[in-house]
Protein backbone atom coordinates (compact mmCIF):
# COMPACT_ATOMS: atom_id res chain seq x y z
CA UNK A 1 0.00 0.00 0.00
CA UNK A 2 1.31 3.67 -0.63
CA UNK A 3 -0.03 7.05 0.66
CA UNK A 4 -2.89 8.57 -1.05
CA UNK A 5 -1.45 11.74 -0.52
CA UNK A 6 1.73 13.45 -1.62
CA UNK A 7 2.82 15.25 1.51
CA UNK A 8 2.87 14.12 4.89
CA UNK A 9 1.51 17.04 6.75
CA UNK A 10 -0.34 15.79 9.48
CA UNK A 11 -2.07 13.33 11.32
CA UNK A 12 -5.21 14.55 10.23
CA UNK A 13 -4.53 14.09 6.61
CA UNK A 14 -4.22 9.98 7.12
CA UNK A 15 -7.16 7.45 7.10
CA UNK A 16 -6.94 4.50 9.72
CA UNK A 17 -5.51 1.95 7.03
CA UNK A 18 -2.67 4.77 6.22
CA UNK A 19 -1.60 4.79 9.98
CA UNK A 20 -1.38 1.03 9.95
CA UNK A 21 0.52 0.53 6.54
CA UNK A 22 2.90 2.99 8.07
CA UNK A 23 3.32 1.68 11.38
CA UNK A 24 3.75 -2.15 9.98
CA UNK A 25 6.64 -1.00 7.38
CA UNK A 26 7.94 0.71 10.26
CA UNK A 27 8.15 -2.73 12.07
CA UNK A 28 10.02 -4.11 9.20
CA UNK A 29 12.27 -1.48 9.02
CA UNK A 30 13.20 -1.66 13.82
CA UNK A 31 14.21 -5.49 12.73
CA UNK A 32 16.56 -4.25 9.55
CA UNK A 33 17.89 -1.50 11.83
CA UNK A 34 18.67 -4.16 15.17
CA UNK A 35 20.35 -6.44 12.25
CA UNK A 36 23.99 -6.34 10.60
CA UNK A 37 22.31 -5.49 7.77
CA UNK A 38 20.99 -1.51 8.34
CA UNK A 39 20.79 -0.60 4.66
CA UNK A 40 18.19 -0.39 2.08
CA UNK A 41 17.51 1.25 -1.57
CA UNK A 42 14.36 2.34 -1.39
CA UNK A 43 15.20 5.87 -1.49
CA UNK A 44 18.49 5.32 -3.91
CA UNK A 45 18.66 7.79 -6.59
CA UNK A 46 16.76 10.29 -4.81
CA UNK A 47 17.69 13.53 -2.71
CA UNK A 48 16.59 14.21 0.58
CA UNK A 49 16.77 18.00 1.95
CA UNK A 50 16.35 18.96 5.90
CA UNK A 51 15.02 22.59 6.57
CA UNK A 52 15.38 22.70 9.99
CA UNK A 53 13.91 26.62 10.73
CA UNK A 54 14.06 25.60 14.38
CA UNK A 55 16.43 23.97 17.12
CA UNK A 56 16.42 20.10 16.74
CA UNK A 57 18.53 17.14 17.71
CA UNK A 58 16.59 14.38 18.00
CA UNK A 59 13.96 14.62 15.08
CA UNK A 60 17.03 16.02 12.35
CA UNK A 61 19.45 13.44 13.35
CA UNK A 62 16.95 10.98 12.90
CA UNK A 63 15.31 11.80 9.50
CA UNK A 64 19.31 11.61 8.31
CA UNK A 65 20.00 8.64 9.25
CA UNK A 66 16.21 7.10 7.95
CA UNK A 67 17.50 8.86 4.46
CA UNK A 68 20.84 7.79 4.44
CA UNK A 69 19.89 3.84 5.62
CA UNK A 70 17.58 3.96 2.44
CA UNK A 71 20.28 4.74 0.49
CA UNK A 72 18.78 8.80 -0.25
CA UNK A 73 21.46 11.63 -0.75
CA UNK A 74 20.89 14.09 2.02
CA UNK A 75 21.61 17.48 2.59
CA UNK A 76 21.10 19.61 6.19
CA UNK A 77 20.15 23.25 5.34
CA UNK A 78 21.12 25.27 8.11
CA UNK A 79 19.02 27.05 8.05
CA UNK A 80 19.95 29.45 11.39
CA UNK A 81 22.75 31.21 8.29
CA UNK A 82 20.38 31.16 5.54
CA UNK A 83 19.23 34.00 3.66
CA UNK A 84 15.84 33.51 5.83
CA UNK A 85 17.90 35.80 7.97
CA UNK A 86 19.12 38.24 5.24
CA UNK A 87 15.69 39.13 4.14
CA UNK A 88 14.30 36.42 1.85
CA UNK A 89 10.92 34.80 2.08
CA UNK A 90 9.19 31.31 2.50
CA UNK A 91 8.26 31.61 -1.36
CA UNK A 92 11.24 32.78 -3.06
CA UNK A 93 13.50 29.16 -0.68
CA UNK A 94 11.02 27.43 -2.26
CA UNK A 95 11.49 28.79 -5.71
CA UNK A 96 15.46 28.08 -4.60
CA UNK A 97 14.67 24.46 -3.89
CA UNK A 98 12.70 23.54 -7.10
CA UNK A 99 15.90 24.61 -9.06
CA UNK A 100 17.60 22.36 -6.73
CA UNK A 101 15.00 19.73 -8.19
CA UNK A 102 15.02 17.86 -4.47
CA UNK A 103 12.97 14.74 -4.20
CA UNK A 104 11.83 14.70 -0.35
CA UNK A 105 11.86 18.14 1.71
CA UNK A 106 12.00 17.20 5.62
CA UNK A 107 10.60 20.64 7.18
CA UNK A 108 10.66 21.72 10.80
CA UNK A 109 9.29 25.57 11.15
CA UNK A 110 8.29 28.12 14.06
CA UNK A 111 5.03 28.74 12.63
CA UNK A 112 2.18 26.82 12.19
CA UNK A 113 0.97 26.25 8.67
CA UNK A 114 4.20 27.43 7.21
CA UNK A 115 5.09 23.72 5.99
CA UNK A 116 2.03 23.46 3.91
CA UNK A 117 2.71 26.47 2.03
CA UNK A 118 5.99 25.60 0.86
CA UNK A 119 3.94 22.33 0.33
CA UNK A 120 1.90 24.01 -2.13
CA UNK A 121 5.07 25.22 -4.14
CA UNK A 122 7.48 22.90 -4.38
CA UNK A 123 8.05 20.10 -6.57
CA UNK A 124 8.95 17.11 -4.32
CA UNK A 125 7.31 15.32 -1.39
CA UNK A 126 7.09 17.12 1.90
CA UNK A 127 7.41 15.81 5.48
CA UNK A 128 6.49 17.96 8.15
CA UNK A 129 8.97 17.71 10.92
CA UNK A 130 7.33 20.23 13.14
CA UNK A 131 5.10 23.32 12.22
CA UNK A 132 4.57 25.33 15.27
CA UNK A 133 2.01 24.71 17.77
CA UNK A 134 0.11 22.38 14.38
CA UNK A 135 1.18 19.22 14.41
CA UNK A 136 4.41 17.07 14.28
CA UNK A 137 2.99 13.53 13.02
CA UNK A 138 5.90 11.80 12.88
CA UNK A 139 6.24 11.39 16.80
CA UNK A 140 2.96 11.00 16.82
CA UNK A 141 3.29 7.65 14.51
CA UNK A 142 6.85 6.82 16.60
CA UNK A 143 4.65 7.12 19.87
CA UNK A 144 1.72 4.65 18.29
CA UNK A 145 4.57 2.19 17.03
CA UNK A 146 6.08 2.26 20.60
CA UNK A 147 2.87 1.39 21.80
CA UNK A 148 2.15 -1.15 19.82
CA UNK A 149 5.20 -2.90 20.54
CA UNK A 150 4.28 -3.35 24.03
CA UNK A 151 0.70 -3.56 24.08
CA UNK A 152 -0.17 -5.31 21.08
CA UNK A 153 -3.07 -2.77 19.75
CA UNK A 154 -4.13 0.57 20.05
CA UNK A 155 -7.67 0.58 19.81
CA UNK A 156 -9.26 0.68 23.45
CA UNK A 157 -6.29 1.34 25.15
CA UNK A 158 -6.44 3.96 27.95
CA UNK A 159 -3.94 6.89 27.08
CA UNK A 160 -3.05 9.61 29.84
CA UNK A 161 -1.35 12.66 28.08
CA UNK A 162 0.26 14.87 31.10
CA UNK A 163 1.45 18.62 31.25
CA UNK A 164 1.79 21.30 28.74
CA UNK A 165 -0.80 20.03 26.10
CA UNK A 166 -1.67 23.82 24.88
CA UNK A 167 1.45 24.46 23.74
CA UNK A 168 2.33 21.24 21.85
CA UNK A 169 2.08 19.80 18.89
CA UNK A 170 3.15 16.18 19.23
CA UNK A 171 -0.14 16.56 21.95
CA UNK A 172 -2.22 17.62 18.96
CA UNK A 173 -0.54 14.76 16.89
CA UNK A 174 -1.32 12.23 19.49
CA UNK A 175 -4.50 13.05 19.75
CA UNK A 176 -5.68 13.02 16.16
CA UNK A 177 -3.90 9.47 15.64
CA UNK A 178 -4.85 7.66 19.48
CA UNK A 179 -9.02 8.99 18.45
CA UNK A 180 -8.37 7.85 14.67
CA UNK A 181 -7.16 4.42 15.94
CA UNK A 182 -10.34 4.46 18.62
CA UNK A 183 -8.17 4.83 22.28
CA UNK A 184 -9.42 6.60 24.88
CA UNK A 185 -7.00 9.70 25.40
CA UNK A 186 -7.42 11.48 28.23
CA UNK A 187 -5.30 14.97 29.10
CA UNK A 188 -4.08 15.64 32.17
CA UNK A 189 -2.72 18.89 33.50
CA UNK A 190 -3.19 22.70 35.11
CA UNK A 191 -6.31 24.62 33.04
CA UNK A 192 -3.66 27.27 31.95
CA UNK A 193 -1.66 24.28 30.10
CA UNK A 194 -4.76 21.80 29.63
CA UNK A 195 -7.92 24.23 28.37
CA UNK A 196 -11.32 22.22 28.61
CA UNK A 197 -12.17 23.23 25.15
CA UNK A 198 -9.84 20.04 24.17
CA UNK A 199 -12.80 18.11 24.87
CA UNK A 200 -14.12 19.40 21.77
CA UNK A 201 -11.27 16.75 19.99
CA UNK A 202 -12.88 13.95 22.23
CA UNK A 203 -11.26 13.93 24.90
CA UNK A 204 -11.21 13.44 28.29
CA UNK A 205 -10.23 16.36 30.15
CA UNK A 206 -9.43 16.36 33.99
CA UNK A 207 -7.25 18.83 35.94
CA UNK A 208 -6.11 15.94 38.79
CA UNK A 209 -3.33 13.67 38.10
CA UNK A 210 -4.75 11.22 40.57
CA UNK A 211 -8.21 11.08 38.33
CA UNK A 212 -6.26 11.11 34.86
CA UNK A 213 -3.60 8.20 35.46
CA UNK A 214 -6.17 6.11 37.21
CA UNK A 215 -6.15 2.35 35.20
CA UNK A 216 -4.16 4.55 32.49
CA UNK A 217 -2.10 1.80 29.71
CA UNK A 218 0.26 4.60 28.62
CA UNK A 219 1.55 7.83 30.69
CA UNK A 220 2.74 10.19 27.60
CA UNK A 221 4.26 13.17 29.87
CA UNK A 222 4.86 16.05 27.52
CA UNK A 223 7.16 18.99 28.06
CA UNK A 224 6.67 22.18 29.37
CA UNK A 225 7.25 24.47 26.19
CA UNK A 226 8.43 28.00 27.44
CA UNK A 227 9.47 29.13 24.26
CA UNK A 228 6.18 28.92 23.12
CA UNK A 229 4.54 30.48 26.41
CA UNK A 230 3.66 34.72 27.10
CA UNK A 231 3.18 34.97 30.65
CA UNK A 232 3.20 32.69 34.47
CA UNK A 233 0.87 29.48 33.41
CA UNK A 234 2.52 27.91 36.13
CA UNK A 235 3.23 29.48 39.63
CA UNK A 236 6.94 27.95 39.86
CA UNK A 237 8.52 24.19 38.88
CA UNK A 238 8.83 22.83 42.03
CA UNK A 239 4.84 23.40 42.88
CA UNK A 240 4.53 21.69 38.83
CA UNK A 241 6.20 18.92 39.85
CA UNK A 242 4.51 18.59 43.22
CA UNK A 243 1.47 18.02 41.57
CA UNK A 244 1.92 17.21 38.16
CA UNK A 245 5.19 15.72 37.59
CA UNK A 246 5.49 11.83 37.26
CA UNK A 247 7.12 9.96 40.05
CA UNK A 248 6.92 6.40 41.09
CA UNK A 249 3.95 7.01 43.65
CA UNK A 250 1.63 8.94 40.96
CA UNK A 251 1.96 6.26 38.50
CA UNK A 252 1.43 3.75 40.98
CA UNK A 253 -2.40 4.69 40.41
CA UNK A 254 -1.68 3.56 36.70
CA UNK A 255 -2.19 0.12 35.48
CA UNK A 256 0.65 -2.33 36.57
CA UNK A 257 1.68 -2.77 33.60
CA UNK A 258 1.37 0.71 32.39
CA UNK A 259 4.47 1.94 30.14
CA UNK A 260 5.63 5.77 30.43
CA UNK A 261 6.79 7.98 27.60
CA UNK A 262 7.85 11.24 26.86
CA UNK A 263 9.52 12.89 23.56
CA UNK A 264 12.06 14.51 25.02
CA UNK A 265 13.92 16.54 25.44
CA UNK A 266 13.52 15.82 29.22
CA UNK A 267 13.39 18.28 32.15
CA UNK A 268 14.06 16.22 35.30
CA UNK A 269 12.80 17.15 38.21
CA UNK A 270 9.98 19.35 36.59
CA UNK A 271 8.31 16.76 34.31
CA UNK A 272 9.13 13.49 35.41
CA UNK A 273 12.46 12.34 37.80
CA UNK A 274 15.08 10.58 36.97
CA UNK A 275 14.01 7.14 38.89
CA UNK A 276 10.79 6.87 36.80
CA UNK A 277 12.58 8.23 33.05
CA UNK A 278 15.16 5.73 33.89
CA UNK A 279 12.84 2.46 35.09
CA UNK A 280 13.86 -0.17 32.81
CA UNK A 281 10.59 -2.13 33.50
CA UNK A 282 8.38 0.91 32.30
CA UNK A 283 10.24 3.87 30.52
CA UNK A 284 9.85 3.21 26.89
CA UNK A 285 11.68 6.96 26.84
CA UNK A 286 14.84 5.28 24.65
CA UNK A 287 12.81 2.90 22.48
CA UNK A 288 10.92 5.77 21.15
CA UNK A 289 14.28 7.79 19.50
CA UNK A 290 14.68 4.33 18.54
CA UNK A 291 11.47 3.86 16.70
CA UNK A 292 11.54 7.34 15.16
CA UNK A 293 13.99 6.06 12.86
CA UNK A 294 12.03 3.11 12.04
CA UNK A 295 8.81 4.85 11.28
CA UNK A 296 10.52 7.89 9.22
CA UNK A 297 12.50 5.38 7.00
CA UNK A 298 8.69 4.24 6.45
CA UNK A 299 7.17 7.30 5.76
CA UNK A 300 9.65 8.21 2.74
CA UNK A 301 9.59 5.26 1.54
CA UNK A 302 6.02 5.32 0.92
CA UNK A 303 5.83 8.85 -0.39
CA UNK A 304 8.79 7.79 -2.76
CA UNK A 305 6.68 5.19 -3.99
CA UNK A 306 4.10 7.83 -4.50
CA UNK A 307 7.32 9.93 -6.38
CA UNK A 308 8.72 6.81 -8.60
CA UNK A 309 4.91 5.64 -9.96
CA UNK A 310 3.88 9.58 -10.55
CA UNK A 311 7.18 9.66 -12.50
CA UNK A 312 6.35 6.51 -14.60
CA UNK A 313 2.74 8.03 -15.56
CA UNK A 314 4.36 10.82 -17.01
CA UNK A 315 7.12 9.03 -19.26
Do not use: W
Not at 170 to 198: D, H, K
Amino acid sequence: MTLRAKHLLGIAHLAPDEITAILDLAEHYAAMNRSGEKHGEALRGLTQVNMFFENSTRTQASFELAGKRLGADVMNMAMQASSIKKGETLLDTALTLNAMHPDLLVVRHPHSGAVDLLAQKVNCAVLNAGDGRHEHPTQALLDALTIRRHKGRLHRLTVAICGDVAHSRVARSNILLLNRMEARVRLVGPPTLVPSAFRDLGCEVTHDMAEGLKDADVVMMLRLQRERMDGGFIPSEREYFHRYGLDAEKLSLARPDAIVMHPGPMNRGVEIDSATADDPSRSVITEQVEMGVAVRMAAMDLLAQNLKAERAACV
